[in-house]
């Protein structure tokens, strides 16, 4: 029997990696950020590690660290719902 994976919509799927190179990059909640230096942190963490890498970056963050990793995570989240917000572009993310 085969077993089909649920594909996520291209919007949602975007979302998600961006939320996970944020998550991989160099900014912190302390840096006061505009929208260009999330987008260059994104841009960044993505040439630098491939979207294979930050996922792993998370998944060993979550590892070591679950209760940072999962604040960072919240964190990434809601400044990717802010920028898309902000541009008027819509996230895939569920109302």
Do not use: K, Y
């Not at 590690?49 to 060993?60: K, L, N």
Request: with cysteine; proline share 6%; hydrophobic share 45%.
């Amino acid at each position: 029997m085969h077993v089909r994976t649920p594909r996520l919509p291209m919007q949602q799927a975007l979302s998600h990696a961006r939320c996970e190179a944020l998550f991989a990059s160099a900014l912190q909640p302390s840096d006061t950020l505009t929208a260009d230096m999330i987008a260059t942190a994104i841009r960044s963490a993505m040439q630098r590690f491939g979207p294979h890498g930050c996922t792993e970056i998370m998944a060993q963050e979550f590892g070591d660290h679950p209760d940072a990793a999962a604040w960072r995570m919240r964190w990434a989240h809601r400044l990717i719902a802010s920028a898309t917000a902000a541009t008027g572009i819509s996230s895939g993310e569920p109302s």
